[in-house]
């Protein structure tokens, strides 16, 4: 991962490091373009929004509030 995108996005950063992945784009099943994802499975699709930033900073944000709350990080 590049420094800038964990500058940007620190939340998802450490969840792909620690926890899970992320997938973004269409799947051809969900209306969604990102994905968080664990060996469990999805825990967070968000809705399409305008720009891939705006989609990847509600993932980031989501993460974040998962990752403290659940798992207490």
Sequence with gaps: ????L???YP????????HGWIEVGDD???L???RVLD???LIWEGAAAETIDEDLR???????????????D
């Design 32 to 34: 969604s373009f990102v």
């Design 58 to 72: 509600a993932a980031d944000a989501a993460v974040g509030t998962r990752m403290r709350n659940d798992l207490g």
């Design 11 to 18: 939340n998802l950063a450490r969840w792909i490091v620690t």
């Design 6 to 8: 964990a500058w940007t």
């Design 39 to 41: 060996e469990g499975g």
């Design 1 to 4: 991962m590049t420094d800038a």
């Design 28 to 30: 051809g099943i969900s």
